[in-house]
């Protein structure tokens, strides 16, 4: 499974154990506030083991538009919250989720290109931090590198 990361002899295998193991090596992974980090992490932890029904309905597939996704009562429930995340926390403290560009904003960007692939559409402050997102140098680094991968992944190719 992805992600996984290795440093040296060490591989982790789980995003916020990655997560957490970069924020003990390296300065501004989580937010410096106290209230912020708790925020940050309570955010994250949505997209981590929160936001099921969307993660089902709609698999990443960053190279593919126009993809129909079956939009239960659930994933619209979803999709709501995510709205409401992006309508609420950037722009409070800065251009990002919480002050500088970090953790939750990189955890949301599979969320952005989701709604991409399968056309969930959005207005406002929600659209306006979708495109920003999908307009940051390491989102845009990781899309190049997803389309310039040639392996189909069939079961994540809703028609
Ligand atoms: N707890 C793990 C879950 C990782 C996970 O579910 N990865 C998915 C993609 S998001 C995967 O690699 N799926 C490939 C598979 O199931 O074969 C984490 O959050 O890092």
Do not use: C
């Amino acid at each position: 499974m992805v992600p996984v990361l290795r440093a040296r002899d060490l591989v982790i295998w789980d995003t916020l154990a990655i997560v957490e193991y970069l924020h003990e090596t390296h300065q501004g992974v989580w937010p410096a506030d106290a209230i912020k980090r708790a925020r940050a992490r309570s955010l994250a932890g949505e997209i981590h083991s929160g936001l099921n029904a969307l993660r089902a309905a709609m698999p990443v597939n960053t190279r593919a538009r126009d993809r129909r996704a079956v939009r239960s009562a659930e994933v619209e429930a979803d999709i709501a919250r995510v709205k409401d995340i992006w309508t609420r926390y950037p722009g409070q403290d800065g251009a990002w989720m919480l002050g500088g560009f970090g953790v939750v904003d990189i955890m949301f960007a599979p969320v952005a290109t989701r709604f991409q692939t399968y056309g969930v559409t959005l207005d406002g402050a929600a659209e306006a931090y979708q495109a920003q997102l999908l307009a940051h140098p390491l989102v845009v680094e990781w899309l190049a590198a997803g389309a310039a991968e040639t392996d189909v992944i069939p079961i994540l190719e809703l028609d």
